[in-house]
Structures are given as structure tokens and as C-alpha cells.
């Protein structure tokens, strides 16, 4: 999903993201499927796949390490040089979660808001079809 798109649907106040794996296999917890489906607010973005910090690139170290003393926030940092983006910024944003299983084929993360209020202005379901 570009991050223009992302920041288009942000603007709309909520936000569900769906990440759908048709994996066949119950041995593994649901976070750990490799392949997902992306949806936003119920429409299809593409694809995504599973990484690990074992295989971080360089451009990826460089955000982590200028994000480390920051617990919680939005906004944009300058890319690396190595980095191709045309912009030649990168927007971030970091924030608490409640985790919340539904069951061993689902997850759900809910996005806690700062000021306290009650709405859920972010939330990111894992889901495995069977």
C-alpha cells in the first residue's frame, strides 16, 4: 500500500486493516503464516509477507535506530542515503496495542489512543481461513 493511500485512509478517523492467510496448516500460531492478504477498510491493497529482524536491511537498522527512544508518535524522518525514495522521507508511527485473541486462527490488535478516548482509530486483524 503506498503511504499516501495509508495517509488518506488515517484521515477518515478508522482504520481496519485485514491480513487474511489461507494457509492449510494448524501447527503454526497465526502470526507466524507467511503469506497474507492486505485489506483497508474492505477493500484489497495486494499482498504482504512475513520478515524477521534477522533479516533486516540496512534502510530498515537506520529507521529502528533513530526510533528507539521514541515510545510513542507519528511523523517523518529523513531516509538514509542508501534509501531510493523519491521523497527522500519516511513516515512512522509507533503506539501501544491491546492484543486481543479470538481464537487459535485469529488475533486482533487494537490501537490505544493517547488522550484517553475510547475510540479505536486503528486496528489490525490477523486472520487464517481455512
Known amino acids: 500500500m503506498l503511504t499516501g493511500v495509508f495517509h488518506k485512509e488515517m484521515g477518515s478517523d478508522i482504520v481496519r486493516l485485514a491480513l487474511e492467510s489461507e494457509t492449510k496448516t494448524h501447527k503454526k500460531k497465526v502470526l507466524e503464516e507467511f503469506v497474507w492478504g492486505v ?3 474492505g477493500r484489497k491493497f495486494g499482498y504482504s509477507i512475513r520478515r524477521n529482524n ?15 527512544g521514541v515510545s510513542m508518535g507519528a511523523g517523518v524522518l529523513p531516509c538514509n542515503n542508501n534509501n531510493n525514495n523519491v521523497d527522500g522521507e519516511i513516515t512512522y508511527m509507533r503506539a501501544r496495542f491491546d492484543r486481543v485473541v479470538g481464537s487459535k486462527d485469529s488475533e486482533t490488535f487494537y490501537m490505544i489512543n493517547p488522550d484517553g478516548a475510547s475510540s479505536q482509530e486503528l486496528s489490525i486483524f490477523f486472520v487464517r481461513l481455512h
Open 39 to 41: 485489506y483497508c477498510n
Open 54 to 68: 534477522k533479516n533486516m536491511s540496512d534502510d530498515e537498522a537506520h529507521v529502528m535506530q533513530l526510533l528507539r
